[in-house]
């Protein structure tokens, strides 16, 4: 399983406040079924100014959730697509699909833990 979520660096990136953190992190959750069909959308019709923006916004998003293998995945689409190198899109876009899907499906049990108990 890689590491979808960092909650201690979470925390940290909410100046400390646990609390803020997890809600930060359910926001992003809530969001990402749309940004998951908005990528896929923007993709499969080759537009690619709509995708850029949709991976700008997730990748922004990932600033304050400390979602490691998403936001590295993001960054690098973010990038060629800012290049328009798409040598690679084809492969980092299904990456980055995969990252959303786990979050999808693993990100509500991170919801159901205590994140006080996380912090150092």
């Not at 490691?68 to 060629?80: F, H, Q, T, W, Y």
């Not at 690679?88 to 979050?103: K, P, Y």
Request: hydrophobic share 40%; proline share 2%.
């Amino acid at each position: 399983m890689t590491k979808i979520l960092d909650i201690q660096q979470s925390i940290t990136a909410a100046n400390g406040n646990a609390s803020l953190a997890k809600e930060l992190f359910a926001m992003l959750l809530n969001e990402l079924e749309i940004r998951l069909q908005q990528i896929k959308s923007s993709f499969q019709s080759n537009n690619m100014d709509a995708l850029k923006e949709h991976i700008h916004k997730l990748y922004g998003a990932t600033a304050y959730c400390i979602v490691p293998e998403l936001r590295n995945s993001a960054a690098a689409l973010d990038k060629i697509l800012k290049e328009k190198n798409y040598s690679q899109l084809h492969s980092l876009v299904d990456e980055v699909l995969q990252e959303i899907q786990e979050l999808i499906n693993d990100g509500p049990d991170f919801l159901k833990k205590d994140w006080v108990d996380n912090q150092i």
